[in-house]
């Protein structure tokens, strides 16, 4: 396990981000495992631990993304650091105003880094991407805090992306 790994895992652990029982995930799949990586952002320093590991992972682009709520606070710390340029995705088109789903300038062949909390399938991160790359961005990796390892880096390759995770479901099962 890399050192950006133990200190991503003992920031969820610590936060209590990482809960053990009986879960229904986003997907609609069963797990013994959640993890909320909200519980980590809402404290300063622990967000501050996350953002610095994801401005590790900044390799020249020139905007970072990320999707409604989970992803939001974790782009805005990292463009801190980065002093990258943000896009935030909404789920849904706003029912009044603009009626806009991307939030923020993309310039057209513009190279963006999605952010993500946590992967499992690949559905959404999937449909952030295509938002993007309708915007005319170029998107070809994804950084997760957590990749739940249950399908989502073989969905993203399929679109030519890179999924690459902080830390893996298994890394957080591992007791040091």
Sequence with gaps: MSEISVAV???LLASGAVKFGDFTLTSGRKSDVYVDV???WTHPDRLATLAHALAGRVRGEEFLAGME???VPLVVATALETHLPIVVLRKAAREHGTGQRVEGSVRPGARGL???DVVTTGGSVAASVELLRAEGAIVERVVAVIDREEGARERLAALD???EALATLAELRTRS
């Design 38 to 40: 909200k519980q980590a």
């Design 69 to 71: 709520l989970g992803a």
């Design 114 to 116: 999605l952010l993500e």
């Design 161 to 163: 992306v890179r999924l």
């Design 9 to 11: 895992r003992e920031t």
